[in-house]
Protein backbone atom coordinates (compact mmCIF):
# COMPACT_ATOMS: atom_id res chain seq x y z
CA UNK A 1 0.00 0.00 0.00
CA UNK A 2 1.02 3.77 -0.33
CA UNK A 3 0.14 7.56 0.02
CA UNK A 4 -0.82 9.45 -3.09
CA UNK A 5 -1.11 12.92 -2.89
CA UNK A 6 -1.14 16.17 -5.28
CA UNK A 7 -3.18 19.12 -6.78
CA UNK A 8 -4.03 20.72 -10.32
CA UNK A 9 -4.11 24.41 -10.83
CA UNK A 10 -4.10 26.91 -13.90
CA UNK A 11 -0.30 27.63 -13.35
CA UNK A 12 2.03 25.91 -11.14
CA UNK A 13 5.72 27.24 -10.58
CA UNK A 14 7.27 24.16 -9.18
CA UNK A 15 10.37 26.27 -8.14
CA UNK A 16 8.05 27.71 -5.87
CA UNK A 17 5.44 25.05 -5.29
CA UNK A 18 8.07 22.06 -4.93
CA UNK A 19 8.45 22.51 -1.03
CA UNK A 20 4.57 22.17 -0.86
CA UNK A 21 4.24 18.74 -2.36
CA UNK A 22 7.21 17.79 -0.32
CA UNK A 23 5.14 18.56 2.60
CA UNK A 24 1.77 17.60 1.50
CA UNK A 25 3.86 13.88 0.10
CA UNK A 26 6.06 13.72 3.53
CA UNK A 27 2.30 13.79 5.77
CA UNK A 28 2.00 10.27 4.03
CA UNK A 29 5.46 8.89 5.07
CA UNK A 30 3.78 5.83 7.43
CA UNK A 31 1.55 4.83 4.64
CA UNK A 32 4.58 4.59 2.20
CA UNK A 33 8.21 4.35 4.41
CA UNK A 34 10.07 2.54 1.63
CA UNK A 35 10.66 5.16 -1.19
CA UNK A 36 9.58 8.64 -2.00
CA UNK A 37 8.55 9.97 -5.92
CA UNK A 38 7.66 13.14 -7.78
CA UNK A 39 6.27 14.53 -10.64
CA UNK A 40 5.09 17.61 -12.16
CA UNK A 41 4.17 19.60 -15.50
CA UNK A 42 3.10 22.90 -15.98
CA UNK A 43 -0.21 22.18 -14.31
CA UNK A 44 -0.21 19.40 -11.92
CA UNK A 45 2.56 18.18 -9.50
CA UNK A 46 1.83 14.47 -8.08
CA UNK A 47 3.91 13.25 -4.79
CA UNK A 48 3.59 9.81 -3.26
CA UNK A 49 4.81 7.24 -0.49
CA UNK A 50 5.42 3.76 -1.35
CA UNK A 51 5.03 0.60 1.03
CA UNK A 52 6.72 -2.23 -1.47
CA UNK A 53 4.45 -4.84 -1.56
CA UNK A 54 4.71 -6.08 -5.24
CA UNK A 55 7.82 -5.53 -7.39
CA UNK A 56 9.91 -3.70 -5.19
CA UNK A 57 12.79 -3.13 -7.70
CA UNK A 58 9.91 -2.04 -10.55
CA UNK A 59 6.91 -0.80 -9.19
CA UNK A 60 8.16 2.68 -8.48
CA UNK A 61 6.20 5.94 -8.27
CA UNK A 62 4.55 8.03 -9.88
CA UNK A 63 4.77 5.77 -12.88
CA UNK A 64 5.38 7.60 -16.19
CA UNK A 65 4.01 6.03 -19.85
CA UNK A 66 3.87 7.05 -23.23
CA UNK A 67 1.24 6.02 -25.84
CA UNK A 68 2.58 7.79 -28.93
CA UNK A 69 2.68 11.56 -28.24
CA UNK A 70 0.39 10.92 -24.85
CA UNK A 71 1.68 10.91 -21.53
CA UNK A 72 -0.25 9.27 -18.56
CA UNK A 73 1.14 9.38 -15.25
CA UNK A 74 -0.40 7.38 -11.76
CA UNK A 75 0.04 7.62 -8.18
CA UNK A 76 -1.49 4.64 -7.15
CA UNK A 77 -2.35 3.35 -3.40
CA UNK A 78 -3.64 -0.21 -3.52
CA UNK A 79 -3.17 -3.61 -4.77
CA UNK A 80 -5.33 -5.72 -7.62
CA UNK A 81 -5.81 -9.21 -7.05
CA UNK A 82 -7.07 -10.07 -10.51
CA UNK A 83 -3.92 -8.80 -12.27
CA UNK A 84 -2.44 -11.90 -14.19
CA UNK A 85 -5.74 -12.10 -15.87
CA UNK A 86 -5.77 -8.06 -17.04
CA UNK A 87 -2.01 -8.55 -17.87
CA UNK A 88 -2.67 -11.53 -20.42
CA UNK A 89 -5.85 -9.66 -22.05
CA UNK A 90 -3.50 -6.64 -22.31
CA UNK A 91 -0.72 -8.58 -23.86
CA UNK A 92 -3.39 -10.36 -26.36
CA UNK A 93 -3.93 -6.28 -27.50
CA UNK A 94 -0.41 -5.39 -28.03
CA UNK A 95 1.07 -3.74 -25.04
CA UNK A 96 3.98 -5.07 -23.61
CA UNK A 97 4.87 -4.94 -20.10
CA UNK A 98 8.41 -3.62 -18.34
CA UNK A 99 7.91 -4.41 -14.99
CA UNK A 100 5.68 -6.96 -13.12
CA UNK A 101 3.51 -4.55 -10.98
CA UNK A 102 0.22 -4.11 -10.42
CA UNK A 103 0.94 -0.39 -10.71
CA UNK A 104 2.02 -0.78 -14.48
CA UNK A 105 -1.22 -3.39 -15.34
CA UNK A 106 -3.91 -0.67 -14.07
CA UNK A 107 -2.33 2.28 -15.62
CA UNK A 108 -1.62 0.40 -18.51
CA UNK A 109 -5.59 -0.67 -18.29
CA UNK A 110 -6.48 3.05 -18.00
CA UNK A 111 -4.64 3.71 -21.48
CA UNK A 112 -6.71 0.82 -23.08
CA UNK A 113 -10.01 1.38 -21.76
CA UNK A 114 -10.33 4.81 -20.39
CA UNK A 115 -12.46 5.44 -17.11
CA UNK A 116 -14.17 1.97 -18.05
CA UNK A 117 -10.80 0.17 -16.98
CA UNK A 118 -12.26 0.36 -13.18
CA UNK A 119 -14.86 -2.28 -14.29
CA UNK A 120 -12.64 -4.45 -14.77
CA UNK A 121 -10.52 -4.38 -11.54
CA UNK A 122 -10.84 -6.93 -8.48
CA UNK A 123 -9.00 -5.45 -5.77
CA UNK A 124 -8.71 -2.37 -2.88
CA UNK A 125 -7.46 0.98 -4.88
CA UNK A 126 -7.46 4.72 -4.58
CA UNK A 127 -5.22 6.43 -7.41
CA UNK A 128 -5.17 9.58 -9.79
CA UNK A 129 -3.90 9.56 -13.31
CA UNK A 130 -2.92 12.74 -15.13
CA UNK A 131 -3.58 12.47 -18.51
CA UNK A 132 -0.39 15.35 -20.40
CA UNK A 133 -2.73 15.73 -23.78
CA UNK A 134 -6.10 15.98 -22.36
CA UNK A 135 -5.00 18.54 -19.31
CA UNK A 136 -7.27 16.07 -17.24
CA UNK A 137 -7.05 14.33 -13.91
CA UNK A 138 -8.75 10.89 -13.60
CA UNK A 139 -9.55 9.53 -9.37
CA UNK A 140 -11.14 6.61 -8.76
CA UNK A 141 -11.85 4.41 -5.71
CA UNK A 142 -12.14 0.88 -4.68
CA UNK A 143 -16.16 -0.72 -4.57
CA UNK A 144 -16.21 -1.39 -0.87
CA UNK A 145 -14.19 1.83 0.49
CA UNK A 146 -11.11 -0.49 1.63
CA UNK A 147 -8.72 2.43 0.47
CA UNK A 148 -9.21 6.62 1.28
CA UNK A 149 -9.34 9.02 -1.16
CA UNK A 150 -10.44 13.01 0.17
CA UNK A 151 -10.36 15.82 -2.25
CA UNK A 152 -11.34 19.38 -2.27
CA UNK A 153 -11.65 22.64 -4.47
CA UNK A 154 -10.25 26.05 -3.98
CA UNK A 155 -10.91 28.21 -6.86
CA UNK A 156 -8.98 26.62 -9.94
CA UNK A 157 -7.19 24.79 -7.32
CA UNK A 158 -8.37 21.08 -7.35
CA UNK A 159 -6.36 19.22 -4.33
CA UNK A 160 -6.44 15.23 -3.06
CA UNK A 161 -4.66 12.98 -0.88
CA UNK A 162 -4.68 9.31 1.06
CA UNK A 163 -5.60 11.37 4.18
CA UNK A 164 -7.01 14.54 5.43
CA UNK A 165 -3.08 15.28 6.63
CA UNK A 166 -2.55 15.58 2.87
CA UNK A 167 -4.45 18.12 1.95
CA UNK A 168 -4.12 19.81 5.45
CA UNK A 169 -0.42 20.33 4.58
CA UNK A 170 -1.61 22.68 1.37
CA UNK A 171 -1.81 26.47 1.71
CA UNK A 172 -5.03 26.66 0.35
CA UNK A 173 -6.67 24.39 3.04
CA UNK A 174 -7.47 25.75 6.19
CA UNK A 175 -8.97 23.27 9.27
CA UNK A 176 -12.27 24.51 9.64
CA UNK A 177 -15.22 23.01 10.69
CA UNK A 178 -18.76 24.45 10.19
CA UNK A 179 -22.06 23.12 12.05
CA UNK A 180 -22.23 20.20 9.82
CA UNK A 181 -18.59 19.13 10.68
CA UNK A 182 -19.46 19.58 14.08
CA UNK A 183 -22.37 17.00 13.88
CA UNK A 184 -20.46 14.62 12.18
CA UNK A 185 -17.93 14.42 14.92
CA UNK A 186 -20.68 14.97 18.29
CA UNK A 187 -24.20 13.20 16.64
CA UNK A 188 -22.64 11.01 14.57
CA UNK A 189 -18.77 10.73 15.22
CA UNK A 190 -16.75 8.09 15.56
CA UNK A 191 -18.86 7.49 12.33
CA UNK A 192 -18.83 9.48 9.42
CA UNK A 193 -21.68 10.24 6.59
CA UNK A 194 -20.54 8.65 3.40
CA UNK A 195 -18.24 11.05 1.30
CA UNK A 196 -18.10 13.86 4.16
CA UNK A 197 -14.61 14.60 5.15
CA UNK A 198 -16.24 16.96 8.14
CA UNK A 199 -13.46 20.13 7.81
CA UNK A 200 -15.31 22.61 5.80
CA UNK A 201 -15.61 21.69 2.01
CA UNK A 202 -13.68 18.97 2.35
CA UNK A 203 -14.88 15.75 0.89
CA UNK A 204 -14.26 11.67 0.19
CA UNK A 205 -14.92 10.31 -2.51
CA UNK A 206 -17.06 7.26 -2.05
CA UNK A 207 -17.15 3.79 -2.63
CA UNK A 208 -17.30 2.86 -6.51
CA UNK A 209 -17.24 6.18 -7.21
CA UNK A 210 -14.63 8.27 -10.26
CA UNK A 211 -13.98 11.70 -10.48
CA UNK A 212 -12.40 13.63 -13.52
CA UNK A 213 -11.45 17.37 -12.81
CA UNK A 214 -10.44 19.66 -15.99
CA UNK A 215 -11.06 22.55 -17.29
CA UNK A 216 -15.08 22.06 -17.25
CA UNK A 217 -14.92 21.74 -13.23
CA UNK A 218 -15.58 18.57 -11.09
CA UNK A 219 -17.46 15.48 -12.44
CA UNK A 220 -18.39 12.59 -10.55
CA UNK A 221 -19.98 9.42 -11.72
CA UNK A 222 -20.87 6.34 -10.07
CA UNK A 223 -19.07 2.98 -11.78
CA UNK A 224 -20.51 0.30 -9.37
CA UNK A 225 -23.62 -0.58 -6.85
CA UNK A 226 -25.78 -2.96 -5.55
CA UNK A 227 -27.86 -4.60 -7.72
CA UNK A 228 -31.64 -6.18 -5.94
CA UNK A 229 -32.47 -9.31 -7.91
CA UNK A 230 -34.44 -12.13 -6.61
CA UNK A 231 -31.78 -15.61 -5.21
CA UNK A 232 -32.74 -18.47 -7.84
CA UNK A 233 -29.80 -20.76 -6.15
CA UNK A 234 -31.17 -23.14 -3.51
CA UNK A 235 -29.26 -24.13 0.09
CA UNK A 236 -26.89 -26.36 -1.29
CA UNK A 237 -25.64 -24.40 -4.11
CA UNK A 238 -25.68 -20.76 -2.36
CA UNK A 239 -23.57 -22.68 0.57
CA UNK A 240 -21.14 -23.94 -2.41
CA UNK A 241 -21.02 -20.61 -4.28
CA UNK A 242 -20.06 -19.22 -1.18
CA UNK A 243 -17.49 -21.20 0.07
CA UNK A 244 -15.70 -21.18 -3.63
CA UNK A 245 -16.30 -16.75 -4.18
CA UNK A 246 -14.62 -17.01 -0.17
CA UNK A 247 -12.05 -19.12 -0.96
CA UNK A 248 -10.86 -17.67 -4.39
CA UNK A 249 -11.02 -14.53 -2.89
CA UNK A 250 -8.62 -15.88 0.29
CA UNK A 251 -6.29 -17.13 -2.43
CA UNK A 252 -5.72 -14.07 -4.25
CA UNK A 253 -4.90 -12.02 -1.65
CA UNK A 254 -2.53 -13.91 -0.32
CA UNK A 255 0.14 -13.09 -2.76
CA UNK A 256 2.89 -11.07 -2.57
CA UNK A 257 6.62 -10.34 -2.54
CA UNK A 258 7.00 -10.34 1.04
CA UNK A 259 5.86 -11.92 4.43
CA UNK A 260 1.77 -12.43 5.17
CA UNK A 261 0.32 -13.11 8.05
CA UNK A 262 -3.72 -13.32 9.68
CA UNK A 263 -5.30 -12.11 12.39
CA UNK A 264 -6.62 -14.48 14.82
CA UNK A 265 -9.60 -13.71 16.95
CA UNK A 266 -10.69 -17.81 17.29
CA UNK A 267 -13.90 -16.11 15.85
CA UNK A 268 -15.82 -17.54 12.50
CA UNK A 269 -14.61 -14.88 10.80
CA UNK A 270 -10.59 -14.61 11.41
CA UNK A 271 -10.41 -18.34 11.62
CA UNK A 272 -12.21 -18.90 8.26
CA UNK A 273 -9.50 -16.81 6.47
CA UNK A 274 -6.85 -18.46 8.54
CA UNK A 275 -7.51 -22.19 7.86
CA UNK A 276 -8.13 -21.17 3.91
CA UNK A 277 -4.34 -19.58 3.94
CA UNK A 278 -2.95 -22.59 6.03
CA UNK A 279 -4.64 -24.99 3.36
CA UNK A 280 -3.03 -22.89 0.22
CA UNK A 281 0.58 -22.56 2.33
CA UNK A 282 0.10 -26.51 2.69
CA UNK A 283 -0.29 -27.10 -0.89
CA UNK A 284 2.45 -25.06 -2.01
CA UNK A 285 4.78 -26.45 0.49
CA UNK A 286 5.10 -23.46 2.08
CA UNK A 287 6.24 -22.51 5.66
CA UNK A 288 3.21 -22.68 8.41
CA UNK A 289 1.54 -19.70 8.20
CA UNK A 290 2.38 -17.06 10.69
CA UNK A 291 -0.65 -15.57 12.86
CA UNK A 292 -1.69 -13.01 15.30
CA UNK A 293 -3.55 -12.02 18.55
CA UNK A 294 -4.63 -9.07 20.24
CA UNK A 295 -5.06 -9.29 24.41
CA UNK A 296 -4.72 -6.74 27.44
CA UNK A 297 -3.34 -6.89 30.26
CA UNK A 298 -5.26 -7.93 32.92
CA UNK A 299 -8.38 -9.15 31.09
CA UNK A 300 -7.51 -12.64 32.50
CA UNK A 301 -8.56 -11.37 35.65
CA UNK A 302 -10.93 -8.75 34.80
CA UNK A 303 -13.07 -10.05 31.54
CA UNK A 304 -16.64 -10.23 32.12
CA UNK A 305 -19.07 -11.74 29.90
CA UNK A 306 -21.78 -9.89 28.54
CA UNK A 307 -24.58 -10.09 25.85
CA UNK A 308 -21.84 -8.46 23.28
CA UNK A 309 -18.89 -10.45 24.05
CA UNK A 310 -20.27 -13.52 25.11
CA UNK A 311 -16.77 -15.11 26.10
CA UNK A 312 -12.93 -14.39 26.24
CA UNK A 313 -10.75 -15.31 22.73
CA UNK A 314 -8.07 -16.69 24.42
CA UNK A 315 -8.79 -20.28 24.61
CA UNK A 316 -10.25 -20.29 20.87
CA UNK A 317 -7.05 -18.71 19.57
CA UNK A 318 -5.06 -22.01 21.34
CA UNK A 319 -8.06 -23.88 19.55
CA UNK A 320 -7.39 -22.78 16.05
CA UNK A 321 -3.71 -22.04 16.44
CA UNK A 322 -3.17 -26.12 17.73
CA UNK A 323 -5.63 -27.28 14.85
CA UNK A 324 -4.33 -25.66 12.31
CA UNK A 325 -0.43 -25.82 13.13
CA UNK A 326 0.14 -21.56 12.77
CA UNK A 327 3.36 -20.26 14.27
CA UNK A 328 1.59 -17.70 16.29
CA UNK A 329 2.35 -14.67 18.46
CA UNK A 330 0.07 -13.14 21.26
CA UNK A 331 0.31 -9.20 21.24
CA UNK A 332 -0.44 -8.38 24.95
CA UNK A 333 -1.73 -4.32 25.28
CA UNK A 334 -0.91 -2.79 28.77
CA UNK A 335 -3.06 0.13 29.89
CA UNK A 336 -0.64 2.61 30.17
CA UNK A 337 0.43 2.21 26.65
CA UNK A 338 -2.98 1.99 25.68
CA UNK A 339 -3.82 5.33 26.60
CA UNK A 340 -0.55 6.89 25.24
CA UNK A 341 -1.97 5.86 21.74
CA UNK A 342 -5.31 7.69 22.03
CA UNK A 343 -3.44 10.80 20.69
CA UNK A 344 -1.05 8.44 17.95
CA UNK A 345 -4.59 7.08 16.98
CA UNK A 346 -6.35 10.94 16.59
CA UNK A 347 -3.18 12.01 14.43
CA UNK A 348 -3.48 8.82 12.05
CA UNK A 349 -7.10 9.24 11.51
CA UNK A 350 -6.83 13.08 11.29
CA UNK A 351 -10.38 12.61 13.33
CA UNK A 352 -11.45 11.55 16.93
CA UNK A 353 -11.97 7.65 16.52
CA UNK A 354 -12.81 4.71 18.36
CA UNK A 355 -11.20 5.37 21.19
CA UNK A 356 -9.10 2.55 22.90
CA UNK A 357 -10.22 0.47 20.20
CA UNK A 358 -8.54 2.21 17.23
CA UNK A 359 -5.11 3.00 19.86
CA UNK A 360 -5.40 -0.65 20.44
CA UNK A 361 -5.51 -2.12 16.61
CA UNK A 362 -2.41 0.65 16.75
CA UNK A 363 -0.30 -1.04 18.80
CA UNK A 364 -1.42 -4.31 17.42
CA UNK A 365 -0.35 -3.52 13.90
CA UNK A 366 2.99 -2.18 14.93
CA UNK A 367 4.06 -5.29 16.85
CA UNK A 368 2.80 -7.46 13.30
CA UNK A 369 4.69 -4.95 11.09
CA UNK A 370 8.42 -6.07 13.04
CA UNK A 371 8.09 -9.53 11.25
CA UNK A 372 5.19 -9.34 8.34
CA UNK A 373 4.72 -6.73 6.05
CA UNK A 374 1.27 -8.19 4.70
CA UNK A 375 -1.71 -9.33 7.01
CA UNK A 376 -5.36 -10.50 6.34
CA UNK A 377 -8.36 -9.21 8.65
CA UNK A 378 -11.86 -10.60 9.08
CA UNK A 379 -13.60 -7.16 8.66
CA UNK A 380 -16.93 -6.84 6.34
CA UNK A 381 -17.99 -10.48 6.98
CA UNK A 382 -20.61 -9.65 9.72
CA UNK A 383 -21.57 -6.57 7.69
CA UNK A 384 -21.98 -8.84 4.61
CA UNK A 385 -23.83 -11.78 6.30
CA UNK A 386 -25.60 -10.32 9.08
CA UNK A 387 -23.97 -10.98 12.40
CA UNK A 388 -24.25 -7.77 14.20
CA UNK A 389 -26.97 -8.09 17.33
CA UNK A 390 -28.68 -5.54 15.71
CA UNK A 391 -29.69 -8.14 12.22
CA UNK A 392 -31.99 -10.16 15.34
CA UNK A 393 -33.38 -7.74 18.13
CA UNK A 394 -36.42 -6.58 17.13
CA UNK A 395 -36.51 -3.33 18.39
CA UNK A 396 -33.04 -2.85 16.84
CA UNK A 397 -35.31 -3.67 13.42
CA UNK A 398 -37.93 -1.02 14.18
CA UNK A 399 -35.59 1.75 15.78
CA UNK A 400 -35.97 4.61 13.30
CA UNK A 401 -32.47 5.52 13.27
CA UNK A 402 -29.02 3.67 12.94
CA UNK A 403 -29.16 0.42 15.09
CA UNK A 404 -25.15 0.93 16.41
CA UNK A 405 -25.85 3.97 17.84
CA UNK A 406 -28.90 4.45 19.47
CA UNK A 407 -27.69 6.44 22.63
CA UNK A 408 -28.01 9.69 20.90
CA UNK A 409 -30.20 11.50 23.74
CA UNK A 410 -27.53 10.34 26.34
CA UNK A 411 -24.61 11.88 25.05
CA UNK A 412 -26.52 15.39 24.22
CA UNK A 413 -26.71 15.73 27.68
CA UNK A 414 -22.84 16.12 27.51
CA UNK A 415 -22.90 18.99 25.01
CA UNK A 416 -23.37 22.53 26.28
CA UNK A 417 -27.39 24.04 25.20
CA UNK A 418 -25.47 26.43 22.68
CA UNK A 419 -23.91 23.64 20.43
CA UNK A 420 -27.04 21.55 20.33
CA UNK A 421 -28.88 24.55 19.35
CA UNK A 422 -26.65 24.60 16.82
CA UNK A 423 -25.85 21.87 15.78
CA UNK A 424 -29.72 20.13 15.59
CA UNK A 425 -28.15 16.86 16.50
CA UNK A 426 -31.51 14.97 16.12
CA UNK A 427 -32.69 16.24 12.90
CA UNK A 428 -28.90 15.79 11.39
CA UNK A 429 -29.30 12.44 12.14
CA UNK A 430 -32.59 11.81 11.40
CA UNK A 431 -31.71 12.87 7.77
CA UNK A 432 -28.51 11.33 7.27
CA UNK A 433 -30.51 8.42 7.82
CA UNK A 434 -33.47 9.14 5.62
CA UNK A 435 -30.93 10.22 2.95
CA UNK A 436 -29.32 6.49 2.97
CA UNK A 437 -32.85 4.72 3.04
CA UNK A 438 -33.26 6.46 0.30
CA UNK A 439 -30.22 5.45 -1.49
CA UNK A 440 -31.48 1.28 -0.61
CA UNK A 441 -31.44 -0.63 -4.10
CA UNK A 442 -35.45 -1.59 -3.40
CA UNK A 443 -36.03 -5.54 -4.73
CA UNK A 444 -40.36 -5.19 -6.11
CA UNK A 445 -42.35 -7.52 -4.37
CA UNK A 446 -40.20 -8.10 -1.09
CA UNK A 447 -41.77 -8.76 2.05
CA UNK A 448 -42.05 -6.16 4.62
CA UNK A 449 -39.77 -8.17 6.75
CA UNK A 450 -37.15 -9.04 3.79
CA UNK A 451 -36.56 -5.14 2.73
CA UNK A 452 -36.32 -4.17 6.21
CA UNK A 453 -33.39 -6.33 6.56
CA UNK A 454 -32.24 -5.41 2.92
CA UNK A 455 -32.14 -1.70 4.53
CA UNK A 456 -30.27 -2.89 7.54
CA UNK A 457 -27.37 -4.67 5.57
CA UNK A 458 -27.11 -1.80 3.33
CA UNK A 459 -27.05 0.84 6.30
CA UNK A 460 -24.38 -1.58 7.85
CA UNK A 461 -22.35 -1.50 4.57
CA UNK A 462 -22.64 2.02 3.73
CA UNK A 463 -22.20 3.46 7.52
CA UNK A 464 -20.85 1.17 10.07
CA UNK A 465 -18.49 -0.81 7.35
CA UNK A 466 -16.85 1.92 6.25
CA UNK A 467 -16.03 3.03 10.04
CA UNK A 468 -14.11 0.00 10.54
CA UNK A 469 -12.72 -0.08 7.31
CA UNK A 470 -11.46 3.71 7.80
CA UNK A 471 -10.13 2.80 11.41
CA UNK A 472 -8.20 -0.57 9.80
CA UNK A 473 -6.94 1.65 7.05
CA UNK A 474 -5.66 4.77 9.02
CA UNK A 475 -4.14 2.10 12.27
CA UNK A 476 -2.69 -0.36 10.10
CA UNK A 477 -0.81 2.09 7.62
CA UNK A 478 0.30 4.32 10.56
CA UNK A 479 2.78 1.24 11.46
CA UNK A 480 3.98 0.85 7.24
CA UNK A 481 1.24 -2.87 7.34
CA UNK A 482 -1.05 -3.45 4.65
CA UNK A 483 -3.80 -5.29 5.80
CA UNK A 484 -6.30 -6.79 3.05
CA UNK A 485 -10.09 -7.71 3.68
CA UNK A 486 -10.83 -11.17 1.71
CA UNK A 487 -14.71 -10.41 2.98
CA UNK A 488 -14.69 -7.12 1.20
CA UNK A 489 -14.57 -9.13 -2.09
CA UNK A 490 -17.04 -7.72 -4.65
CA UNK A 491 -18.21 -10.58 -5.77
CA UNK A 492 -18.60 -12.13 -2.89
CA UNK A 493 -20.43 -9.24 -1.47
CA UNK A 494 -22.88 -8.78 -4.93
CA UNK A 495 -23.48 -12.79 -4.69
CA UNK A 496 -24.41 -12.69 -0.53
CA UNK A 497 -26.38 -9.17 -0.98
CA UNK A 498 -29.55 -10.74 -2.83
CA UNK A 499 -29.65 -13.61 -0.48
CA UNK A 500 -32.57 -14.57 1.53
CA UNK A 501 -32.74 -13.58 5.46
CA UNK A 502 -33.96 -17.35 6.01
CA UNK A 503 -30.75 -18.56 4.12
CA UNK A 504 -28.22 -16.29 5.72
CA UNK A 505 -29.98 -16.84 9.44
CA UNK A 506 -30.25 -20.50 8.61
CA UNK A 507 -30.53 -22.32 12.16
CA UNK A 508 -31.69 -18.83 13.34
CA UNK A 509 -27.44 -18.39 13.83
CA UNK A 510 -26.30 -15.30 13.58
CA UNK A 511 -24.21 -15.51 10.13
CA UNK A 512 -25.61 -19.09 9.77
CA UNK A 513 -24.84 -19.65 6.27
CA UNK A 514 -21.18 -18.49 6.72
CA UNK A 515 -21.20 -21.28 9.18
CA UNK A 516 -22.89 -24.01 6.34
CA UNK A 517 -20.07 -22.59 3.97
CA UNK A 518 -17.04 -23.18 6.67
CA UNK A 519 -18.38 -26.56 7.62
CA UNK A 520 -15.76 -29.14 7.27
CA UNK A 521 -13.17 -26.26 7.15
CA UNK A 522 -13.09 -25.51 10.96
CA UNK A 523 -13.41 -27.06 13.93
CA UNK A 524 -17.63 -28.44 15.41
CA UNK A 525 -16.99 -25.92 18.48
CA UNK A 526 -15.57 -22.82 16.29
CA UNK A 527 -18.08 -23.34 13.90
CA UNK A 528 -20.72 -23.13 16.43
CA UNK A 529 -18.98 -20.26 18.66
CA UNK A 530 -21.24 -17.44 19.38
CA UNK A 531 -19.79 -14.01 17.89
CA UNK A 532 -17.71 -11.78 20.18
CA UNK A 533 -16.35 -8.46 18.70
CA UNK A 534 -13.10 -7.30 18.56
CA UNK A 535 -11.72 -7.23 22.40
CA UNK A 536 -11.48 -4.49 24.54
CA UNK A 537 -9.96 -4.39 27.97
CA UNK A 538 -11.70 -4.50 31.07
CA UNK A 539 -9.23 -3.76 33.35
CA UNK A 540 -10.66 -0.93 36.04
CA UNK A 541 -7.10 1.16 35.76
CA UNK A 542 -8.24 2.03 31.37
CA UNK A 543 -11.61 3.93 33.21
CA UNK A 544 -9.50 5.45 35.61
CA UNK A 545 -7.06 6.41 33.59
CA UNK A 546 -9.54 8.23 30.81
CA UNK A 547 -11.79 9.75 33.61
CA UNK A 548 -8.47 11.70 34.75
CA UNK A 549 -7.73 12.69 31.49
CA UNK A 550 -11.19 14.18 31.21
CA UNK A 551 -10.76 16.06 34.72
CA UNK A 552 -7.23 17.43 33.35
CA UNK A 553 -9.62 19.09 30.68
CA UNK A 554 -12.06 20.01 32.69
CA UNK A 555 -9.26 21.77 35.32
CA UNK A 556 -7.73 23.89 31.96
CA UNK A 557 -9.38 26.71 31.36
CA UNK A 558 -7.83 26.40 28.01
CA UNK A 559 -9.01 23.23 27.02
CA UNK A 560 -11.04 23.94 23.29
CA UNK A 561 -13.37 21.31 24.19
CA UNK A 562 -15.13 23.18 27.29
CA UNK A 563 -16.42 25.89 24.65
CA UNK A 564 -18.42 23.04 23.29
CA UNK A 565 -19.35 20.56 26.35
CA UNK A 566 -22.17 20.91 29.58
CA UNK A 567 -19.16 21.48 32.07
CA UNK A 568 -21.34 20.89 34.98
CA UNK A 569 -22.63 17.40 33.58
CA UNK A 570 -19.26 15.79 31.98
CA UNK A 571 -17.83 16.45 35.70
CA UNK A 572 -20.34 15.18 37.04
CA UNK A 573 -19.75 11.94 34.96
CA UNK A 574 -15.89 12.20 35.49
CA UNK A 575 -16.17 12.24 39.30
CA UNK A 576 -18.48 9.51 39.67
CA UNK A 577 -16.55 6.26 41.14
CA UNK A 578 -18.59 3.91 39.07
CA UNK A 579 -19.06 3.65 35.34
CA UNK A 580 -21.80 5.60 34.97
CA UNK A 581 -22.80 5.44 31.30
CA UNK A 582 -22.86 1.50 31.17
CA UNK A 583 -24.52 1.24 27.93
CA UNK A 584 -22.91 0.81 24.38
CA UNK A 585 -23.18 4.46 22.54
CA UNK A 586 -21.35 3.67 19.50
CA UNK A 587 -21.58 -0.60 18.15
CA UNK A 588 -21.17 -2.83 20.27
CA UNK A 589 -18.34 -2.32 22.74
CA UNK A 590 -18.02 1.54 23.26
CA UNK A 591 -19.34 2.53 26.78
CA UNK A 592 -18.25 4.80 29.61
CA UNK A 593 -14.68 4.50 29.36
CA UNK A 594 -14.71 5.05 25.54
CA UNK A 595 -16.67 7.77 25.99
CA UNK A 596 -14.30 9.46 28.04
CA UNK A 597 -11.45 8.50 25.59
CA UNK A 598 -13.91 9.28 22.78
CA UNK A 599 -13.95 13.16 24.90
CA UNK A 600 -10.06 13.62 25.27
CA UNK A 601 -9.77 12.40 21.57
CA UNK A 602 -11.52 15.38 20.64
CA UNK A 603 -10.22 18.00 23.06
CA UNK A 604 -6.64 16.50 21.09
CA UNK A 605 -8.15 17.09 17.65
CA UNK A 606 -9.24 20.48 18.23
CA UNK A 607 -5.66 20.85 19.45
CA UNK A 608 -3.47 19.55 17.20
CA UNK A 609 -4.99 20.45 14.37
CA UNK A 610 -5.76 24.21 15.03
CA UNK A 611 -9.57 23.24 14.49
CA UNK A 612 -10.88 27.00 13.76
CA UNK A 613 -15.19 26.47 14.37
CA UNK A 614 -17.01 28.52 11.54
Known amino acids: MCGITGWVDREIDFNKDRAVLESMTATLINRGPDDVGYWNSRRVALGHRRLSVVDPAGGGQPMIRQLGEQTFVIVYN ?246 LGTRHRYVTVDTPALVDALKTAVLARDLPGMADVDSSLYLFCREIKKEATVALSGECADEVFGGYPWFHREEDLKANTFPWSRSLQHRLKLLSPELRDQIKPEEYVANRYRETLNEVPRLPGESPAEARWREMFYLNMVWFMQNLLDRKDRMSMATGLEVRVPFCDHRLVEYVWNIPWSMKNYGGREKGLLRLALNGILPEDVLERRKSPYPKTHNPSYLSAVRGLVQDILNDPSSPLLQLIDVPTVRAMAECDSDSFNRPWFGQLMTGPQLFAYLYQVNIWLQEYKVVIK
Open 78 to 323: GELYNTPELRRELELRGYTFSTHSDTEVLLTSYIEWGPQCVKRFNGIFAFAIWNEAEQSLFMARDRMGVKPLFYARRGDTFIFGSELKALLAHPKIRPEVDTDGLAEIFALGPARTPGHGVFKDVYELRPGYCLIFNDKGIHISRYWSLISKPHEDDLNTTIEKVRELLEDSISRQLVADVPVCTLLSGGLDSSALSAFAAMAYQKKGREPLHTYSVDYLGNDRYFQANAYQPNADAPWIKRMVDY
